[in-house]
């Protein structure tokens, strides 16, 4: 349920920045979101992460996989309030990445929590699909 709030709460925000949004289906590796501006000279990739709470997100065990232009993070503090979003462009995300290696699995992490306030609804960061 978190994820489809998420995906679809993001969705919305990007129709009303006048962008053309495509959901891409459940078992696409790395993209959530493909967008295209109205006259067709933009085209964006975006992954949406779904947090419940401020906890650490996960961005998988191989950093080629993460393919996506932006990332858009959701967090739901309760189901019932609004979702927050925060923007981020793929360098934003690497840079702030921890690798973490427990029983020889390999995964990264985002940790800052902090470090997302800067991110919050900065939508601009994407731009305007008109």
Known sequence: MIGNIALYSTAYILSRHGWNVLPTSRNTRGVDIVIYSQDGTKMHTIQVKGLFKRNPVPFGSNLNNLI????????????????????LKKENIIEKLVKRDKNRKVSYWLNDMKFLSEFKDKWDIIGYGY
């Open 68 to 87: 996506a232009e932006f990332y858009v993070i959701v967090l739901l503090n309760e189901l019932k309030s609004e979702p927050w979003a925060f923007v």
